[in-house]
């Protein structure tokens, strides 16, 4: 069975533009999550999707959006992009048979975001 | 709120053992533990769901103590495969889901 697939898998952007991210989760998992991981750190939480509803979301702006399709998948959307977007973007899916929590999540690759 | 680890970095030479510990100032109901190689996606470890739980998988375990909010990796025997930096991970739910990353811990293996 294929992993999460995330695309593209590299983007280069100039502050101001806007960029969408995709995700496609592990066949028959339900909820799609995101991060954001600057080089050096852990991944920070921005997003869970559960069933197509947002189930959580974490710091970010509101430039930052998201949502999932009926087939699961999801786009990750950022508006008005700043330097200090840059970063690797993870997604990761789970089952979502409590919801989404307490669950063993499935990283994708991810989709290296640069901002110049 | 970020659980913080330690420690921050450690080297081992291959066959030595180490302790990672991950504490959270806040109560954690569960703790997850990830590793993640250089360039590479994060990969689960396991999940600890209850005070006290113990588990392991092959020669790396893990106890959580949901009393002193602390959580703690063992890895035995290590392994050249081991190396990679290490996270452990805990839910927040206050009014709005969130999951958190601990700030990590780099593990490197020597021959």
């Known amino acids: 069975d294929a992993g999460v697939t995330q695309s593209p898998t590299h983007l280069i952007k100039t502050r101001g533009q806007h960029v969408t991210l995709r995700c496609s989760p592990i066949s028959g998992h339900k909820s799609v999550s995101w991060y954001q991981q600057v080089l050096g750190q852990g991944p920070q939480f921005i997003f869970q999707y559960y069933e197509k509803e947002e189930r959580g979301r974490g710091n970010f702006p509101d430039r930052f959006s998201a949502r999932q399709f009926p087939n699961y998948s999801s786009e990750l959307n950022v508006n008005a992009l700043l330097l200090g977007d840059s970063a690797l973007y993870l997604c990761a899916s789970s089952l979502g048979e409590t919801a989404g929590v307490i669950e063993k999540l499935f990283f994708g690759s991810g989709t290296q975001l640069s901002v110049l | 709120q970020q659980p913080v680890q330690s420690p921050q970095a450690v080297i081992l030479r291959e066959g030595e053992d180490a302790v990672i510990n991950c504490s959270s100032s806040?109560?954690?109901?569960?703790v997850h533990w990830y590793r993640q190689k250089h360039g590479e996606a994060p990969i689960f470890l396991m999940i600890?769901?209850?005070?006290?739980e113990q588990k392991g998988h092959d020669k790396i375990s893990a106890s959580f103590n949901e009393k002193k909010q602390q959580s703690s990796l063992y890895l035995t025997a290590s392994q050249l495969s081991y190396s990679g930096t290490y996270f452990c991970?805990?839910?927040?739910?206050?009014?709005?889901?969130?999951?958190?990353f601990g700030t990590g811990t780099r593990l490197k293996v020597l021959a």
């Open positions: 991970g805990t839910e927040r739910n206050s009014g709005t889901y969130k999951y958190i």
């Open positions: 806040k109560a954690l109901y569960s």
């Open positions: 600890l769901l209850k005070g006290g």
